[in-house]
């Protein structure tokens, strides 16, 4: 009797763990377990990735076979005796979308993927070359913003440098393109003294570029007024 070359034998769901098990006909059988916190796409990338090995299974050349795949992070693989494989898959951690069609992680490289579920992440958006730097900028500033109960849904850097951030409370905040800290500082302390009028929620942008102030816009006003002098 000769088997397929993959046959699905068992699938069970364990808390958020999927453990998946078949079987490899080689010179002999071969079981092979998948486990991880993976969609029903992400299991089917891993297995297709292992049909595609050309030779023998063995604990490198499941590595190498799944190593080129964007949305995973890192894979351990152990041999399970007397016959088969554990692979423990662990999928990307994305922190944030890149631009129109990209994932960005925490250390800023970029990933390519349609397996990754972002759902409602931020969006970071620059020239080539630049994630490291956006997401450093995303970091520091997100973490600034955190302090005051703010976050930041849409952080852009142009392609002269200048930084743009708009909060998830529809708030665009420009920063240009040095002095960034004092200059989110300014907005706090303007933002602080609009929350205290009760007008928040009408404000939609403000210019922290000045030396020594922030232009406000209001939502039904055209002008723009400065609230806060150092």
Do not use: C
Not at 133 to 149: K, P, S, T
Request: charged content about 30%; glycine content about 8%.
């Amino acid at each position: 009797l000769v088997l397929p070359r993959f046959l699905i034998a068992t699938v069970a769901v364990l808390g958020l763990l999927i453990l998946t098990m078949f079987f490899v006909d080689r010179t002999k059988y071969e079981s092979v377990t998948i486990i991880g916190d993976l969609s029903d796409a992400q299991l089917f990338s891993v297995k297709n990735g292992l049909r595609e090995l050309k030779v023998d299974l063995t604990k490198n050349s499941i590595r190498e076979a799944l190593i080129d795949l964007d949305w995973i992070h890192r894979t351990n693989v152990r041999r399970r005796w007397p016959g088969g494989f554990s692979i423990e898959v662990l999928p990307e951690s994305v922190v944030a979308y890149w631009n129109v069609n990209g994932f960005i992680n925490p250390s800023g490289e970029v990933l390519f993927t349609d397996l990754l579920d972002g759902g409602d992440l931020p969006g970071l958006y620059g020239p080539e070359g630049s994630e490291q730097e956006v997401m450093a900028q995303f970091q520091e500033l997100g973490g600034i913003l955190a302090r005051h109960d703010l976050e930041i849904k849409n952080l852009r850097r142009s392609e002269l440098g200048s930084w743009t951030i708009e909060t998830r409370n529809r708030i665009t905040v420009l920063l240009g393109k040095e002095d960034l800290r004092p200059r989110i500082e300014r907005f706090l302390a303007v933002n602080t003294l609009i929350k205290k009028t009760g007008e928040e929620k009408r404000v939609r942008r403000m210019d922290a570029r000045y030396i020594n102030g922030v232009a406000v816009r209001f939502e039904d006003k055209l002008n723009l007024s400065s609230v806060y002098d150092d």
